[in-house]
């Protein structure tokens, strides 16, 4: 194919275009469907490739993605109309005249626009400070405090979402510390 510029060729491209492609073992063959006439010919590398020779038919089928998408994925999944913007401003060397696409919805933006479902709703709220405190332990930690506490309790107030932290030197030491710390 004279002028190819492009080392991958569509092969279902050229069968679109009434056009049988047959594989043998030292090469290829491409036939017009209709008549059987001959239209390429491609022999095999040792590399397990098929290159096709020189023909008289200039044109190359090539099996690409739309440049349009193409760049769209390159700049991140940019907005088509900001894309739009920077090929009229040629912001960016090279690049083609670019098209917004009639169906511009790319299932990869889908996915990174997804929000988290809401957490369900409390049933109960607390109406005055303190009537529910939320509490977590943590440890034994590897290193004590300078008071030699091994030991943290958190806690938060439901109500006003004010936090203490407590202090403990052993574990089971919880109880006795919230009910000093709730008094």
């Known amino acids: 194919m004279i002028g190819l510029k492009h080392s991958l060729v569509s092969v279902s491209q050229i069968c679109d275009r009434g056009n049988d492609v047959i594989f043998k073992k030292h ?16 022999t095999r590398t040792s590399g397990n490739m098929y290159t096709l020779a020189e023909t008289s038919n200039g044109s190359c089928l090539l099996g690409k993605e739309d440049e349009d998408w193409l760049w769209h994925k390159r700049l991140g999944h940019i907005n088509f109309e900001n894309l739009v913007k920077i090929c009229s401003k040629e912001a960016i060397r090279d690049i083609p005249s670019i098209k917004k696409p009639p169906n511009s ?3 990869s933006c889908q996915k990174g626009k997804l929000t988290r479902s809401t957490f369900k709703t409390k049933e109960y709220y607390s109406s005055k400070p303190l009537e529910v405190v939320h509490t977590d332990m943590c440890g034994p930690m590897r290193t004590q405090s300078l008071n030699g506490d091994k030991y943290f309790m958190l806690c938060i107030d439901d109500y006003s979402r004010m936090t203490w932290i407590l202090f403990l030197k052993h574990k089971s030491k919880a109880l006795e510390k919230f009910e000093t710390f709730k008094n």
């Not at 090469?27 to 491609?42: D, H, M, P, T």
């Open 27 to 42: 090469g290829c063959e491409i036939r017009r469907a209709n008549s059987g006439r001959l239209v390429a010919v491609g």
């Open 105 to 107: 919805m790319c299932s």
